[in-house]
């Protein structure tokens, strides 16, 4: 299994997933055009796509998942609440998904859960295949006993890790915009995302990526502090830990499995 991150942000997010085979757009908040490039930068293209896979209805997620199905013919995975908000239901393409089932994609298992987020049913996606075993929560105001069940026994956590409160209590955003952001249906605070793995410490995910990192109320260092300072108190200091980038593609992630395979393509 192969995961990269193209961007992670409120400007916009996007996530490719690829297994023996499958590829699973995860989001596609970004421009259609720029979407593309990135596929095609990484060999694969948009016309191999086994689906579009969208956790909410906003447009930071979901903005070019019209355009995208129509035109490549792919089928886009959500639930109802989102289709139904981005008047989609009625597309031939359109594949509800349920919070709690398991739906074969291909070669990869995409098994949604259901987050507290300020929209019509939102999910996060755990993902598994043969080699390997990922999971994305970002877009969620906490983390509920169901969400953080999710986050066990993970080759690769993406993992929301939106603001630091004080960066946000003190910055520029309008008051009701604070509240929101902070509320029970907003986005998770670094020290939320930190407590949220550490609540997994007896089988806690190999690897890391802090997602959607809020540009105004966040920083890397931010965020890499906290989640550190977290971990390193409850043993877990050995968790490689990583920050998406919000428009650039710097993330990629290979499952051991897949790296062992690859080995003797290079010998
Ligand atoms: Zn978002
Ligand atoms: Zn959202």
């Known amino acids: 299994m192969q995961v990269w991150s193209f961007a992670s942000g409120s400007d916009g997010n996007c996530y490719l997933v690829e297994s023996e085979g499958t ?4 989001e596609c908040g970004r421009p259609y055009t720029q979407i593309r ?3 095609e930068s990484v060999g694969l293209d948009l016309d191999g796509l086994g689906g579009i896979v969208l956790t909410h209805a ?22 109802r ?39 019509r049913e939102p999910l996060g996606f755990r993902i598994e295949s043969g080699s390997g075993r990922a999971a ?43 509240q929101r952001v902070s509320g029970t249906y907003g986005h998770l605070s670094n020290a939320a995302a930190g407590d949220a793995i550490a609540a997994c410490a007896d089988r806690p995910p190999a690897a890391v990526w802090l997602a959607h ?6 920083s890397p260092k931010h965020a890499l502090q906290t989640v550190s300072r977290v971990l390193r108190r409850h043993g877990l200091g050995h968790v490689p830990i990583k920050t998406t980038q919000h428009r650039r593609s710097t993330l990629r992630w290979t499952s051991a499995f897949a ?6 393509l290079f010998a």
Do not use: M
């Not at 398991?102 to 987020?117: C, E, I, N, R, S």
């Not at 790296?259 to 003797?264: G, T």
């Open 23 to 26: 590829a699973l757009l995860v």
């Open 213 to 218: 990192l809020s540009e105004h109320n966040n």
């Open 81 to 119: 609440g989102t289709l139904g908000a981005l008047s989609l239901e009625d597309l031939s393409l359109a594949r509800p998904i349920e919070s709690g089932k398991t739906y074969v994609l291909g070669q990869v298992d995409v098994k949604p859960f259901a987050v507290p987020h300020d929209c």
């Open 37 to 39: 490039d990135l596929v």
């Open 58 to 79: 906003h447009g930071d997620h979901c903005r070019s998942a019209r355009i995208l199905s129509n035109t490549h013919r792919v089928p886009i995975y959500a639930s």
């Open 259 to 264: 790296r062992e395979r690859q080995l003797p």
């Open 136 to 178: 994305i929560a970002t877009d969620l105001g906490w983390v509920p006993s169901n969400v953080a069940r999710q986050f066990r026994d993970l080759d690769l956590l993406i993992l929301e890790a939106n603001y630091d409160p004080h960066l946000l209590h003190t910055g520029t955003y309008p008051y009701f915009l604070k």
